[in-house]
């Protein structure tokens, strides 16, 4: 049935509307999810101030009738707050923090020497744990950033510290995900302004194919983790929210330079340097500085922050494990061995702070990012076959604040520009050499041929980008006693552009066994006419929202809110299909009896909508049994809606844009028959031949890719229910929280075979009970094949999270962190946790679900900080997890005609569970890692300080195995004995690392 839209509402118009609205209603001041929040209880009519003490910004609030007060859009930092009968106290905030200080109270007391300097404030003062709020949240301080071992100054890794997060970085891509979702899924709010990526996959810009940092770590002050249930004001995602505040400058000139590095001669050799007998060249350096200060004293200050990355990261180049190195040519076996490739990468961080008048902020800050970055070097592909994947970006925000005695508000004018654009090092062809694989032939008509070494040309050229301009604001009311109620609205303008070309050169096939100057196969792309392989669109993104925390009583708190978001993405709603193939579509009478409607992925210019019903209601409580907030019970329940990357979406437009001509030359070892083989032209190994054979055998149609003209926006439904705790051990206090936590995320996109046989069938032997395999790869008359995409990939995780931790403060100098997760999690389709989007085993995804891919079941994170004195410190972190499940197909207990049906040990078809490492049998341990640091602060004349530090990174060089043999065996059996067995000599991490840095500060 087709959908009319004939009343379809212009979006702009709406959203400038409501944007005019909520201008109108308010001025300007910081948002929640960044800024600071105190509140309490003092003597009614009574006068609060705070001052923070290092750039001079100033609060007043007054006690109302019942005596209760809230001052809001406060940046995390050093206050002195003075009022009611508590005389005066020294706090310190964190980001987005809500802390409870009652000032009908005495203060503790402070030291009466010195008490007024700006040194003693920031030194005694006191951290307010919030214990009261809803969300599932883990705060990551400054001192755990500036101390805790490391080695890539990438801020998020820190982010590992939380209970359900994991960051990886394999060399070539870092990224941090939660719970049995994605990257994709997470979301990074820095300065309350969200870095989502809208193109490519790794959830914000910048973590598609990058070990880079999205952030100078210099400029970030602290950051929180949201695992679940966060408040209506985070949108665009349905994981983990982090949320980040920048660092401003003070009324003290302060700054610092930086170096670190280690060498290949700084480390234990890898297992294929120690197979080589030597190690390979290796560097990795970082440098950077930040200076912070004040133009004019308690009005306008600045910080400005650069770090750079100068990395020559050793990689490996080597042939399939089936294949005897002896027996290949000597120009073949000369490419393979230990080798590196380059990474460097500038970041560059300015902010301006001007502070108006007391209640009126205005800031400014820009950030800057450029990458050089080569990969595809390593496996089978030679140094020759990289591509250069640069990686910019630029972002710019404006904020003016305004904050009054019952309201708040913060505005936002943003603007940025983010690039993914991978091409070859080398123009020209590239060569595959192959051999036929010796353990399993094939057939002589189809043999099963194994790729040995690629050279020349990369196989990728890609140009997409986000860029464009959005306004947000938000407002807070605290004029009702017992409410703050926030409401707020965001309007998005980006330009988005997709576009695509696999291979972009020729590939010419050579069989090492028969020849290597004559090819037996080319592989090239050729435009094909009519279809246009570049997509872009203006895409408008509206949000909106409205949420109450209401202290129902001293104790009670509950969270109520609900928003709404729908994006316009033209390139969508106003796609016509060229009428050509639509005809084809529906005269083809394969699919005229199946299981689906063809009509509902023919787009025909009016037929498609904005998912319009993304309406998220968030509800959480928290209760204090005590009323001193030790002992707080909390939980909640909500939705979030994510977003479809716009390269999915994209897939539409460049799927079968090019024309792939694989034309077979006809040679003893490869006697092919058909139309596409011939004899060996040398004509062909020319760009002129290729096009004049083209020319001659023109090929219409292609692939044909299509969405669901109700395509819908994906979600996840959250539920959680904990406990915190301030518990006196040892005469310090030390915070605990236990949460279990149920996710269930649905409507994340896939695409599955719309081909189908004669009959309809999606099985060859469906009438006999076939299930699985045997997909019809059958072409649309005079096209390719048909691929559908929709929503329907899913995820359930069950969760319990449980962290301990005691803070080190100065006037406590040692600090524990215990960070335990159990997941239990589960997807509908084995790897789409690691970014898998394509489904062609069965017509369309089942309700059955296999063990997530990439999340380990048990994991434990055990950090520690600790200073003796004499300007020493020493800091700790010490992973362990259960082995991570990773995909491996399982039909050995199936009937050759692919049958799925659950074995013991692992679901059929499904995930490989557990792993045994003949060199290292440990069973229950998947990843080990244990590192120190140490640091040394020399005090030089005036204010200068020298620190030397030392990390080492794993110290007990312990292998973190992460090749294996995945091969069940055959339909029907025998098992494979070796599966599961480790079979390659990639790992996981750093062997045994020195790191040396220095520093410089003032």
């Known amino acids: 049935m087709k959908k009319s839209h004939s009343k379809r509402y212009n979006l702009n118009m709406l959203s400038c509307a409501l944007a005019a609205c909520l201008l109108m209603a308010a001025p300007t001041a910081f948002a929640q999810s960044t800024s600071a929040t105190l509140r309490g209880q003092v003597a009614a009519g009574s006068t609060i101030t705070v001052t923070n003490v290092e750039t001079g910004l100033r609060r007043t609030a007054q006690g109302g009738a019942t005596g209760s007060y809230t001052i809001p859009g406060l940046p995390p930092g050093t206050y002195r707050v003075e009022g009611g009968s508590g005389g005066t106290r020294d706090i310190t905030l964190a980001v987005g923090q809500v802390a409870t200080v009652n000032l009908g109270q005495a203060a503790p007391a402070i030291p009466a020497d010195g008490v007024t300097t700006l040194d003693r404030v920031v030194a005694s003062a006191e951290f307010v744990p919030e214990t009261k709020t809803s969300e599932v949240a883990t ?106 505040v920048t660092r401003s400058g003070s009324n003290d000139f302060k700054g610092a330079v930086f170096w670190d590095r280690y060498t290949e001669a700084w480390r234990k050799p890898t297992p294929d340097e120690e197979v080589a007998g030597s190690k390979t060249e290796e560097k990795y350096e970082q440098f950077g500085a930040w200076v912070g200060g004040a133009i004019i004293k308690d009005r306008l200050h600045y910080f400005l922050s650069y770090e750079g990355k100068d990395i020559i990261r050793p990689v490996s180049i080597e042939p399939p494990a089936q294949v ?135 196989p990728s050229f890609q140009d997409k980008s986000q860029k464009g301009w959005a306004i947000q604001d938000d407002f807070t009311w605290f004029g009702i006693d017992g409410h703050t109620i926030k409401a707020g609205f965001k309007y998005k303008k980006i330009d988005l552009k997709a576009f695509q070309q696999f291979p972009p050169f020729p590939r010419y096939w050579y069989d090492i066994n028969e020849s290597m100057t004559l090819p037996f196969r080319v592989e090239y792309t050729s435009p094909r006419s009519g279809r246009d392989p570049f997509v872009s669109t203006g895409n408008t993104q509206v949000g909106i929202y409205i949420q109450d925390d209401w202290e129902v009583t ?91 990357i716009f390269d999915y979406m994209a897939r539409e437009f460049y ?160 600090g524990v962190g215990i960070a335990y997760t159990y997941t239990d999690g589960e997807e509908n389709r084995p790897n789409a946790s690691e970014g898998e989007t394509y489904l062609f085993d069965y017509a369309s995804v089942r309700d059955q679900f296999y063990t997530s891919t990439g999340v380990p079941k048990h994991r434990l994170v055990l950090t520690g900080i600790y200073s003796p004195g004499w300007d020493l410190t020493f800091s700790s972190k010490l992973v362990l997890q ?94 494979n004995p070796n599966v599961g067995v480790v079979n390659g000599n990639n790992i996981d991490g750093p062997t045994r690392t020195f790191k040396l840095s220095v520093r410089l500060e003032w």
């Open 324 to 458: 005897n190195l002896a027996n290949l040519p000597e120009s073949i076996r000369s490419e393979f061995g230990a080798t590196s490739r380059p990474f460097k990468s500038d970041l560059y961080f300015g902010k301006l702070s001007f502070q108006a008048s007391d209640d009126h902020l205005i800031e400014f800050s820009a950030r800057r990012r450029e990458e050089l970055n080569l990969s595809g070097i390593g496996g089978t592909g030679a140094r020759s076959y990289a591509t250069d994947i640069p990686n910019k970006e630029t972002r710019l925000d404006l904020r003016s604040v305004y904050s009054a005695q019952d309201w708040m508000n913060d505005a936002h004018i943003t603007y940025e520009s983010a690039g993914y654009n991978p091409s070859p090092v080398e123009n020209g062809t590239s060569a595959r050499y192959v051999v036929i694989n010796p353990t399993n032939p094939g057939s002589a008509s189809n043999p099963n041929l194994l790729t040995v070494l690629n050279t020349g040309s990369g």
């Open 554 to 644: 001293d104790k009670l708190m509950v969270n109520m809110g609900i928003r709404w978001d729908v994006e316009d993405n033209p390139s969508y709603t106003d796609r016509v299909l060229d009428p050509t193939i639509a005809a084809a579509l529906r005269n083809w009478t394969n699919i005229q009896n199946t299981d689906y409607d063809i009509e509902d992925y023919i787009g025909n210019g009016s037929n498609r909508s904005n998912d319009k019903n993304n309406f998220a209601p968030r509800l959480g409580f928290s209760y204090d049994l005590t009323g001193d907030q030790r002992h707080v019970i909390f939980g909640g329940a909500g939705r979030a809606y994510d977003r479809t």
């Open 882 to 975: 259960a082995p991570t499940p990773i995909f491996a197909v399982n039909n050995t207990l199936s009937p050759a005609n692919g049958t799925c049906t659950p074995i013991t040990g692992a679901a059929n078809c499904g995930a490989l569970n557990s792993f045994y490492d003949p060199v290292m049998p440990v069973y229950d341990i998947g990843y080990k890692q244990f590192d120190l640091a140490a640091e040394k602060r020399f005090q030089l004349p005036g204010d200068f300080a020298f620190k030397l530090r030392a990390d080492v990174l794993n110290v007990f060089n312990w292998r973190n195995w992460n090749q294996f043999d995945t091969g069940w065996g055959p339909a029907g059996g025998p098992v």
């Open 139 to 244: 705060y990551v301080t400054a001192k755990q950033i500036e101390m805790l071992p490391q080695n890539s100054r990438n801020f998020l890794a820190f982010a590992d510290t939380v209970p359900g997060m994991l960051f990886t970085d394999n060399g070539s891509e870092s990224r941090i995900r939660s719970g049995a979702q994605g990257a994709n899924n997470i979301n990074v709010f820095i300065d309350g302004v969200g870095q989502k990526n809208y193109v490519t996959p790794g959830g914000i810009t910048g973590q598609d194919d990058s070990p880079g940092n999205p952030f100078p770590q210099s400029a970030i002050g602290e950051f929180k983790v949201i695992t679940s249930n966060y408040k209506a004001e985070y949108d665009q995602i349905s994981s983990a929210a982090i949320t980040a």
């Open 655 to 814: 799927g079968g844009a090019f024309t792939t001509y694989t034309i077979n030359f006809r040679t003893p070892l490869h006697p092919c028959t058909g139309t596409a083989c011939i004899a060996f032209n040398p004509a062909l190994a020319t760009p002129e031949g290729l096009a004049a054979y083209a020319a001659a055998n023109p090929v219409a149609g292609g692939e044909i890719q299509l969405l669901n003209n109700d395509f819908k926006t994906p979600y996840s439904d959250q539920y959680s229910l904990g406990m915190r705790n301030r518990v006196e051990l040892w005469g310090q206090d030390w915070n605990t929280s236990v949460t279990l936590q149920h996710i269930r995320s649905r409507d994340n996109f896939y695409m599955h075979l719309g081909s189908r046989r004669p009959d309809g069938s999606f099985h060859q032997y469906e009438a006999q009970g076939q299930t699985w395999g045997g997909s019809p790869f059958i072409a649309v008359p005079g096209y390719g094949n048909l691929i559908l995409g929709d929503n329907g990939f899913a995820f359930n995780q069950n969760s319990l999270l449980l962290s301990i931790d005691k803070p080190y403060t100065d006037s406590s100098p040692w």
